[in-house]
């Protein structure tokens, strides 16, 4: 439990840091390159997404997955490493090639922009975090990420002061991705020997992979798609004010991601050694802890959207505002399917359940984008990613209902449901009293903070929780220890 808690600490930091560096970096490059151009960045580096995506398969579960159930056995281990690397190296190859065809015949427009996206394209050659996390060894992938982070920041300030400087925030992204990637084979030896595999060993990962890439592509359509459709449907514009509301989403939800990150590799390894009474706790106690997180999040975005936007961005961006508070919505459905996926799906290989679910969310998103986007813009695009967030979750949620009872889980957490929609409410009417400022979004923010702390903590109080007794308990360890 404390290694978990020293993984899940490492994740946080890291993503208290993900979510610093957009508050620096967002409103310079929106200001600095302007809505068109950040939708050319953010509609090229979709396009290059989808090759890397493909050529990844399902390498990134699969791996961690396969990697943490054989992480005490060395023998096993080279094996299990070598004979999937060897399907990365395969399948990048094709990629890279069939993105080069891509930009040479059918690329008319931005040709240099879309040139330094295949810069990404490659780094996923060189993508072996699935190792690092399948080992448990976050603190390696956080200073990593930490160090290029910070560089890429730099470098952006340095360099990037006009619409016509996109090619250097281009390649300052592009290369900061690809020797992110490439740090990490400093320590594979430390960790784990590459083995000569047969065509046999590395064929057998074929089937899991694809059947774990399904869901992943799947996702993308209703993550990454919308930019693509938005760019082809509508305007570069659309795609800059969607791309920055959903950015600012992604920022918080990073504490959210950094649970399942850690929670993958350990799940995996306590299902492979069948105990099932740790796997149901850790699901009640996460989902518990991701309900009360995601109201956090979700209401206190929308509370603030309206202000946030302009004063982030800049008045060019005012239109992101309203788009922020509806993608808020899917703050709830990505938390619940994240501890669903990560702890319980994936680790006990249940993957047609994944399959099915993320197919009818993309189903369903590509109907409603197509219908909404020409009339609706971006605003149609997030009204198809509810859609989809929903649909995924409810199917999820169904199919394990028997199994694994989240509704109970997250009914017992209404009143933290409640507390958050008070917040918002609250946060709205001090923007609307004090106006657009800077000033405003600040007072917001604390006020918010504090009702809500204050209140839900009053709630486990008074109700004797065990996310109350859990806090005292770790209290008391560290007096202690002290």
Not at 128 to 137: D, R, S
Not at 146 to 161: A, E, P, Q, R
Request: glycine share 6%.
């Amino acid at each position: 439990m404390k290694s978990l808690q020293k993984n899940f600490l490492y994740n946080v930091l890291y993503q208290i840091l993900l979510v610093i560096l957009p508050l620096i970096t967002a409103p310079y490059i929106s200001r600095t390159l302007g809505a068109t151009a950040v939708g050319v960045y953010s509609y090229t580096y979709s396009v290059a997404y989808y090759f890397l995506l493909i050529a990844m398969l399902g390498i990134g579960n699969h791996g961690n997955r396969s990697v943490a159930a054989v992480r005490d056995d060395r023998e096993k281990l080279n094996k299990t490493f070598s004979s999937i690397y060897s399907l990365q190296v395969i399948t990048f190859s094709i990629a890279i090639l069939a993105y080069a065809i891509y930009l040479v015949l059918f690329v008319k427009d931005n040709r240099l922009i879309v040139l330094l996206q295949l810069i990404y394209v490659t780094s996923g050659l060189f993508d072996i975090g699935w190792l690092f996390f399948g080992l448990e060894q976050f603190k390696l992938t956080v200073a990593r990420n930490t160090l290029i982070k910070i560089s890429t920041v730099v470098l952006m300030f340095v360099f990037v002061h006009k619409p016509s400087d996109l090619w250097k925030y281009t390649l300052i992204m592009s290369a900061g991705t690809l020797f992110s990637q490439a740090y990490l084979w400093l320590y594979v030896k430390k960790y784990v020997s590459f083995e000569k595999c047969s065509v046999k060993e590395i064929t057998s990962n074929i089937k899991p992979v694809l059947i774990l890439f399904i869901p992943v592509l799947a996702y993308s359509i209703y993550k990454v798609m919308d930019k693509i459709m938005l760019g082809n449907m509508s305007s570069y514009d659309q795609v800059g004010f969607y791309n920055n509301a959903e950015k600012i989403i992604n920022i918080p939800m990073g504490i959210i991601t950094a649970l399942g990150t850690v929670m993958l590799p350990r799940m995996s390894n306590i299902v492979a050694n069948g105990d099932k009474k740790r796997v149901d706790d850790y699901i009640r106690i996460s989902a518990k802890l991701v309900t009360l997180l995601s109201s956090a999040i979700a209401f206190g975005l929308m509370g603030v959207s309206s202000v946030l936007a302009p004063v982030f961005f800049g008045d060019e961006f005012i239109a992101c505002g309203e788009i922020i508070r509806l993608l808020s919505v899917t703050v709830f459905f990505i938390a619940w399917v994240n501890v669903i996926r990560t702890q319980y799906l994936i680790p006990n290989k249940r993957d047609s359940i994944y399959l099915t679910s993320t197919m009818v969310g993309a189903i369903l998103n590509l109907i409603i984008n197509w219908m909404l986007i020409p009339k609706y813009q971006a605003n149609g695009a997030a009204f198809g990613t509810i859609v989809a967030e929903f649909s995924v979750m409810l199917v999820q949620m169904v199919a394990v209902k028997n199994e694994l009872p989240m509704r109970k889980y997250i009914m017992s957490y209404s009143p933290i449901l409640i507390i958050g929609l008070i917040m918002a409410v609250l946060v709205d009417r001090i923007g609307i009293k004090l106006g657009v400022s800077v000033s405003t979004l600040a007072i917001q923010i604390l006020a918010g903070g504090f009702f809500f702390c204050i209140a839900t903590i009053a709630y486990l109080r008074i109700s004797n929780d065990e996310m109350w007794r859990l806090g005292v308990d770790s209290i008391k360890k560290r007096k202690k220890s002290s």
